[in-house]
């Protein structure tokens, strides 16, 4: 029998939030779910809550501690999870807490990371539990972790307590911290909070500080213990918040004026169209209620949606290996496929189709045995199929362990009336799209690519050819207008191995000193890194990693990389990793190879942040607009420092060049005998030699590579690899993107 565990489910405001919630906490894998929701029996989502997933309600009446512990009385679970509504946990959040709960009996509590998501899904922050300390706690009730995991025990030795109006939970966590209880963080984040679904509480200024003073009451004596601790904890940060406000009030300046001037550019250039009577759209060809083409853009060349469709197979072409399924014809399996594939079958529901090989109806295909196929391309047909659902049940049951799902979904297009009036059912938004498989084909690692935006999506339903816009209009994701998605499920039978295949740890110089960017680890520090991985993991090279079947993977697989080649990772990283017998992949750029160089961020640290005086003016061209920015003050330079970091991560290499030697020249500061260097070919030939080390390539100049030419990125990419296997002699099989900088062009 599964491990039980109960959630408690603060019902809040209610609305979309409250209903979210419950459904996610119903899709947590690995656990036995007993959910119980604080509302009143007499709200209307709370019944559904309770008809859709057998909750249990309990009002939560005037004191909210009371309603807690009744809703933990009504059930049986060995763990009690609170949960607010609007806290969206991951699949996997209560089969890792009670993992770590069940590893160490010692441990009584965890509470996950929070990933606050903003407007278009984009992470807006990640909000981690601090370091569990009772002073902490007592200085700002706000480190409370909204969702916290505990054990059933510990809440019969100490409930909630029922005589507070508010702050329960609160008082619960700081009662375990004053115990000196073990109170573990979940890295992940495992649970995510849509910030436009946040409400601001109902409670007054004036109630809610009489509540966290009937906590400090009931705990007066450990109050006065650690309030200096508090008090000065409170003070050091907002003297903090005072340096951030600063600088946000300098960027803020900096802002508005950068904002007048654009609407003041703006202003000249609408006095200009409205004097050429050109303000207004020109409609021009698409003016019209009939499209350009009724037959997808076929009579004028290559539909659109298929160019998104081909670029995402084309992402995922090594996928399109062993034995393959497609529908209707195999065309994308021959076309991504090549020699990695076995066989080819083609699925369809007519006969009479000559490239069919398997007659069958996808929602159901019991003449097809279990696990047959490595890969099934699903690309714009569960659309129009009356039940997608069970189409992707049977894929699922189709597939071998380890075998992967490549489907596409339309989220805008015409209507495919060809199938008849009741051939074509369903448009998907990508939320849509990963709902539908998650739900349908589990468990599995799932994956999502998004295409489109208005310009494609308007061009697709006006029956547009794809060969009618250039490849710049495509590169575009905009994920208002989406036109298609892309999802690839890799089928597993292991739940614990649907999610990434391992870690991958990033590192970039290993030394002390300046830090202003935070690419240094002290060595004192990357020993302890070592030990801890040596003693709880498996550290494998990364190609290791990347080809393993993933059911034959060690538990805890960890690869090490370091990026940009300094010159510490031979002398300093390496001699600790070979003593312990780990292995790295070191991803080195080639410019500095024949003499010794300096990257531009650590020559923008030593001349702002060095220590030593500058002018308390720098007056510069950024983005060919002239810019003063202030440099007086140790906060005036790293504002400015910042400012110059997005300019040069974006920029040309000459672009770039330029404006790092007039920084030289504004500052009397001298560009050679840099401090740190990348190292020099013999250098990176030496590292090389020694067992386990693996050279990777990272471009000639650590350019951003979607923000270049094509010329340029392919000069970068070709040539750098190039450059390492003729110092190496051996070949370079792993490339990492300058700054993480990737777009689909550039993959």
């Given at each position: 029998m599964r491990l039980a565990v109960t959630v408690l489910l603060r019902a809040g405001d209610g609305g979309a939030p409250l209903l979210a919630t419950a459904d996610a906490v119903a899709r947590q894998r690995g656990v036995a779910v007993e959910m119980a929701v604080i509302g009143s029996p007499e709200d209307a989502l709370a019944r559904s809550v309770a008809a859709r997933h057998g909750a249990t309600i309990v009002d939560p009446g005037k004191r909210p501690g009371a309603a807690l512990n009744a809703a933990i009385r009504s059930t049986a679970g060995e763990y009690v999870a609170v949960i607010p509504g609007g806290f969206i946990p991951a699949p996997a959040l209560l089969e890792r807490a009670s993992a770590v709960l069940r590893g160490d009996e010692s441990v009584v509590a965890v509470?996950?990371?929070?990933?606050?998501?903003?407007?278009?899904?984009?992470?807006?922050?990640?909000?981690?539990p601090p370091a569990v300390e009772a002073s902490a706690l007592?200085?700002?009730?706000?480190?409370?972790?909204?969702?916290?995991?505990?054990?059933?025990?510990?809440?019969?030795?100490?409930?909630?307590?029922?005589?507070?109006?508010?702050?329960?939970?609160?008082?619960?966590?700081?009662?375990?911290?004053?115990?000196?209880?073990?109170?573990?963080?979940?890295?992940?984040?495992?649970?995510?909070?849509?910030?436009?679904?946040?409400?601001?509480?109902?409670?007054?200024?004036?109630e809610d500080l009489r509540q966290f003073r009937d906590v400090l009451e009931r705990h007066s004596d450990a109050a006065a213990v650690h309030m200096r601790t508090a008090l000065v904890e409170r003070e050091v940060g907002f003297g903090r918040t005072r340096e951030v406000h600063r600088e946000l009030l300098a960027r803020r300046d900096a802002d508005l004026a950068a904002l007048d001037r654009l609407r003041a550019e703006a202003a000249h250039h609408l006095a200009y169209l409205e004097h050429h009577s050109e303000s207004a759209v020109d409609w021009g060809d698409l003016r019209r209620l009939d499209p350009l083409s009724r037959d997808w853009g076929y009579d004028r060349g290559t539909p659109i949606d298929r160019r998104y469709i081909e670029d995402f197979l084309a992402a995922h072409s090594s996928d399109v290996r062993g034995a393959v399924l497609e529908i209707q014809e195999s065309d994308f399996t021959q076309a991504?496929?090549?020699?990695?594939?076995?066989?080819?079958?083609?699925?369809?529901?007519?006969?009479?189709?000559?490239?069919?090989?398997?007659?069958?109806?996808?929602?159901?295909?019991?003449?097809?045995?279990?696990?047959?196929?490595?890969?099934?391309?699903?690309?714009?047909?569960?659309?129009?199929?009356?039940?997608?659902?069970a189409?992707?049940?049977?894929?699922?049951?189709?597939?071998?362990?380890?075998?992967?799902?490549?489907?596409?979904?339309?989220?805008?297009?015409?209507?495919?009336?060809?199938?008849?009036?009741?051939?074509?059912?369903?448009?998907?938004?990508?939320?849509g799209a990963r709902r539908l498989v998650e739900g349908g084909f589990r468990p599995a690692h799932m994956t999502c690519d998004v295409f489109g935006n208005v310009l494609t999506t308007t061009a697709f339903l006006h029956g547009f050819a794809a060969e009618e816009l250039t490849a710049e209009e495509y590169d575009v994701v905009d994920p208002y207008f989406p036109a298609l998605t892309g999802i690839r499920a890799r089928k597993t039978s292991h739940p614990e191995r649907?999610?990434?295949?391992?870690?991958?740890?990033?590192?970039?110089?290993?030394?002390?000193?300046?830090?202003?960017?935070?690419?240094?680890?002290?060595?004192?520090?990357?020993?302890?890194?070592?030990?801890?991985?040596?003693?709880?993991?498996?550290?494998?090279?990364?190609?290791?990693?990347?080809?393993?079947?993933?059911?034959?993977?060690?538990?805890?697989?960890?690869?090490?990389?370091?990026?940009?080649?300094?010159?510490?990772?031979?002398?300093?990283?390496?001699?600790q990793l070979s003593r312990d017998a780990m292995p790295?992949?070191?991803?080195?750029?080639?410019?500095?190879l024949e003499t010794p160089g300096e990257y531009w961020w650590d020559a923008l640290e030593r001349i702002l942040d060095g220590g030593e005086a500058v002018p308390e003016l720098l007056t510069i061209a950024l983005a060919g607009t002239p810019c003063t920015l202030p440099?007086?003050?140790?906060?005036?330079?790293?504002?400015?420092?910042?400012?110059?970091?997005?300019?040069?991560?974006?920029?040309?290499?000459?672009?770039?060049?330029?404006?790092?030697?007039?920084?030289?020249?504004?500052?009397?500061?001298?560009?050679?005998d840099a401090a740190r260097r990348p190292m020099l070919a013999a250098e990176v030939r030496e590292l090389s030699r020694i067992p386990g080390m693996a050279i990777g390539a990272h471009t000639i100049s650590h350019l951003s590579l979607p923000d270049q030419p094509s010329s340029v990125r392919l000069e970068e990419m070709i040539d750098s690899r190039a450059a390492l296997e003729a110092i190496t002699g051996r070949p370079v099989r792993c490339f990492a993107y300058p700054y993480g900088a990737v777009d689909r062009a550039t993959a």
């Amino acid at each position: 029998m599964r491990l039980a565990v109960t959630v408690l489910l603060r019902a809040g405001d209610g609305g979309a939030p409250l209903l979210a919630t419950a459904d996610a906490v119903a899709r947590q894998r690995g656990v036995a779910v007993e959910m119980a929701v604080i509302g009143s029996p007499e709200d209307a989502l709370a019944r559904s809550v309770a008809a859709r997933h057998g909750a249990t309600i309990v009002d939560p009446g005037k004191r909210p501690g009371a309603a807690l512990n009744a809703a933990i009385r009504s059930t049986a679970g060995e763990y009690v999870a609170v949960i607010p509504g609007g806290f969206i946990p991951a699949p996997a959040l209560l089969e890792r807490a009670s993992a770590v709960l069940r590893g160490d009996e010692s441990v009584v509590a965890v509470a996950p990371d929070v990933r606050v998501l903003a407007a278009g899904g984009m992470d807006a922050a990640v909000w981690g539990p601090p370091a569990v300390e009772a002073s902490a706690l007592l200085a700002d009730p706000a480190r409370t972790p909204p969702v916290f995991i505990c054990r059933r025990s510990v809440w019969e030795r100490a409930p909630f307590d029922e005589r507070l109006g508010g702050l329960v939970e609160y008082e619960f966590w700081l009662r375990l911290a004053l115990a000196g209880a073990v109170l573990l963080p979940l890295p992940g984040p495992l649970v995510a909070r849509d910030a436009a679904a946040m409400t601001r509480s109902s409670v007054s200024d004036d109630e809610d500080l009489r509540q966290f003073r009937d906590v400090l009451e009931r705990h007066s004596d450990a109050a006065a213990v650690h309030m200096r601790t508090a008090l000065v904890e409170r003070e050091v940060g907002f003297g903090r918040t005072r340096e951030v406000h600063r600088e946000l009030l300098a960027r803020r300046d900096a802002d508005l004026a950068a904002l007048d001037r654009l609407r003041a550019e703006a202003a000249h250039h609408l006095a200009y169209l409205e004097h050429h009577s050109e303000s207004a759209v020109d409609w021009g060809d698409l003016r019209r209620l009939d499209p350009l083409s009724r037959d997808w853009g076929y009579d004028r060349g290559t539909p659109i949606d298929r160019r998104y469709i081909e670029d995402f197979l084309a992402a995922h072409s090594s996928d399109v290996r062993g034995a393959v399924l497609e529908i209707q014809e195999s065309d994308f399996t021959q076309a991504f496929g090549g020699p990695r594939v076995d066989s080819a079958d083609v699925l369809d529901v007519d006969g009479s189709n000559g490239n069919a090989t398997v007659v069958a109806d996808l929602r159901s295909a019991p003449g097809v045995p279990d696990a047959s196929f490595d890969c099934i391309i699903l690309t714009q047909t569960l659309h129009v199929l009356d039940d997608m659902a069970a189409a992707l049940r049977e894929c699922d049951r189709l597939l071998r362990p380890g075998g992967v799902l490549l489907a596409t979904f339309p989220a805008a297009s015409r209507v495919c009336l060809e199938y008849g009036r009741d051939g074509d059912f369903w448009r998907l938004t990508p939320a849509g799209a990963r709902r539908l498989v998650e739900g349908g084909f589990r468990p599995a690692h799932m994956t999502c690519d998004v295409f489109g935006n208005v310009l494609t999506t308007t061009a697709f339903l006006h029956g547009f050819a794809a060969e009618e816009l250039t490849a710049e209009e495509y590169d575009v994701v905009d994920p208002y207008f989406p036109a298609l998605t892309g999802i690839r499920a890799r089928k597993t039978s292991h739940p614990e191995r649907a999610a990434p295949r391992g870690v991958v740890l990033l590192y970039h110089r290993v030394g002390s000193g300046p830090d202003a960017h935070g690419l240094a680890t002290a060595p004192a520090e990357f020993e302890r890194h070592l030990a801890y991985l040596r003693d709880r993991c498996t550290v494998l090279p990364l190609e290791e990693l990347l080809q393993m079947p993933p059911e034959t993977l060690p538990e805890r697989p960890v690869a090490l990389t370091f990026d940009d080649g300094y010159l510490d990772n031979l002398t300093t990283a390496a001699p600790q990793l070979s003593r312990d017998a780990m292995p790295a992949t070191f991803f080195c750029t080639t410019r500095w190879l024949e003499t010794p160089g300096e990257y531009w961020w650590d020559a923008l640290e030593r001349i702002l942040d060095g220590g030593e005086a500058v002018p308390e003016l720098l007056t510069i061209a950024l983005a060919g607009t002239p810019c003063t920015l202030p440099t007086a003050t140790a906060a005036d330079r790293t504002v400015a420092m910042a400012r110059l970091h997005d300019e040069l991560v974006h920029g040309t290499r000459d672009g770039r060049d330029r404006l790092v030697a007039a920084l030289f020249e504004w500052s009397g500061r001298r560009p050679a005998d840099a401090a740190r260097r990348p190292m020099l070919a013999a250098e990176v030939r030496e590292l090389s030699r020694i067992p386990g080390m693996a050279i990777g390539a990272h471009t000639i100049s650590h350019l951003s590579l979607p923000d270049q030419p094509s010329s340029v990125r392919l000069e970068e990419m070709i040539d750098s690899r190039a450059a390492l296997e003729a110092i190496t002699g051996r070949p370079v099989r792993c490339f990492a993107y300058p700054y993480g900088a990737v777009d689909r062009a550039t993959a």
